[in-house]
């Protein structure tokens, strides 16, 4: 604490930023917000790296690369509370799909060299998968009405709540018709987290699963065998399941190579 002042970091690991970017793009609010708490790194806003103690630390990525690892442990040891932010951080990311792939066969075929500069690791792994993580956020990006509750509720030291319920809940909510009942789409809102209000169906298109499964509870099997039913071939679901979420458990054996 400085004052009384929560002391904040907000750090990177690998990802497109867009989490980060999205709380920056909160310009009528973010000064109001800010004013409560003594930022001391921000990735993105500022290249300050400063590697002070911090009370809570936010984190967007996967851990992807050795520079990954090093950092997120010593984030870990300098914060007392970690949030992870976005389906990078919590899920892997969109690049978790390359998990199990040849990092030198990778750099090969994007850069067209088989040095591995980067020291890619191989895997591309959720920040809870290497460190204790408090509480996690996702979305891909975050939905900053979201990240705002959550920094209140730690401003004021209260545990954050967080949805534990599938999209197609806030889809009953709008009364926005079924697009699996009524089109036969390849719609993943049966086992993706609430939170986004149902945006993807809401304006007729399927959701594709970006704020990744309702942890531990996500019915796999079940979504699966209901596409089959409505004629997707088991491929065509396999691909749509490892976008967002390939490192869930019941779609990491699906992906088994
Ligand atoms: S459209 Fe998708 S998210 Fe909405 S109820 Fe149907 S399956 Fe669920
Ligand atoms: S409906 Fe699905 S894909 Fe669309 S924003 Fe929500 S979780 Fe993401």
């Known amino acids: 604490m400085t004052g009384n002042k929560i002391k904040v970091g907000f750090y990177s690991l690998t990802g497109c930023a867009g989490d980060f970017l999205n709380i920056l793009n909160m310009e009528d609010k973010l000064l109001e917000v800010f004013k409560l708490l003594d930022v001391v790194e921000f990735a993105l806003a500022s290249s300050k790296v400063v590697h002070e103690k911090v009370d809570v630390a936010?984190?967007?990525?996967?851990?992807?690369?050795?520079?990954?690892?090093?950092?997120?442990?010593?984030?870990?040891?300098?914060?007392?509370v970690l949030v992870a932010l976005g389906n990078c951080a919590v899920w892997g990311g969109v690049q978790a799909e390359l998990t199990g792939l040849d990092a030198k066969d990778l750099m090969k075929s994007v850069y067209n060299t088989t040095e591995n500069y980067y020291s890619f690791l191989g895997e591309h792994k959720a920040v809870s998968e290497v460190v204790k993580v408090d509480y996690e956020l996702p979305g891909c990006p975050i939905e900053v009405e979201e990240f705002l509750e959550l920094l209140i509720d730690v401003i004021r030291g209260v545990i954050p709540e967080f949805k534990?319920?599938?999209?197609?809940?806030?889809?009953?909510?709008?009364?926005?018709?079924?697009?699996?009942?009524?089109?036969?789409?390849?719609?993943?809102?049966?086992?993706?987290?609430?939170?986004?209000?149902?945006?993807?169906?809401?304006?007729?298109?399927?959701?594709i699963g970006c704020r990744g499964p309702v942890k531990e509870e996500a019915n796999v099997a079940g979504e699966l065998s209901m596409l089959l039913e409505k004629g997707w071939k088991k491929q065509e679901v396999i691909n749509r399941l490892r976008l967002f979420a390939a490192r869930y458990k019941d779609i990491a054996k699906l992906l088994e190579r």
């Open 58 to 80: 936010f984190i967007e990525g996967s851990v992807t690369t050795q520079k990954d690892l090093e950092v997120l442990k010593k984030i870990r040891e300098n914060c007392n």
């Open 164 to 207: 534990d319920y599938p999209v197609c809940v806030e889809c009953k909510i709008r009364e926005i018709p079924c697009l699996i009942v009524e089109r036969g789409e390849a719609c993943l809102g049966p086992i993706t987290v609430g939170g986004c209000k149902a945006r993807c169906p809401y304006y007729n298109a399927p959701c």
